[in-house]
């Protein structure tokens, strides 16, 4: 149970780092867009490399904090019965959730998109736009990056789970307990 405590603390390490990093692309993509907004009105110009970037600034930024948000609980969830279960239901559902919805999920995102990425790197795939950003295919290699994130933080919420069933959830610090959600304290 101490490996799955440690996996839990380290997966769990790592989406929170590259969400402290990647969060501040949010701050870039205001700025860039503010930008490209006071050069169209106020300059009557436009540079499309820049209209293009503020848009993958998003992508990246949003592919790239969903284990984060994960990890803050920060999802989609039907509240009105999960928040009232007990932590072992709680736990049930998270780990139902993990191995047959989202794990599976994460198969199916990086089977179908690696090919195409994979082509993508091949031809070092541009912006279809005439002036585009270049490295289109460094924008797509964040939707393998969102697989991982992803699928490393839910195989968190399935140990963080099974040592919950287990009775062994004092193992992980009291920000990574079931009590320590949005909403419970």
Known sequence: MQALAA????????NWLVGQVLSWLALACVLVCFTVVVQRYFFHTSILWMQDLYVWLSGAMFTGVAGFALLRQDHVR????YRPASLRRK?????IGVVFFLIPF??????????????SWG??????NIGGMPGLFILKTFILVFAILVGL???AMAARSILVLGGQEE???AQ????AEKGHG
Do not use: C, H, N
């Open 123 to 128: 031809f070092y795939e541009a912006s279809s």
């Open 7 to 14: 996996l839990v603390k380290t997966i769990s390490a790592i």
């Open 91 to 95: 736990a049930i559902a998270d780990l």
């Open 176 to 179: 990574m307990r079931y009590a």
């Open 171 to 173: 193992l992980l610090p």
């Open 78 to 81: 039907v509240d009105i019965f």
């Open 106 to 119: 994460m198969v199916v995102v990086w089977t179908y998109a690696f090919p195409a990425i994979r082509r």
């Open 153 to 155: 933080q839910g195989i």
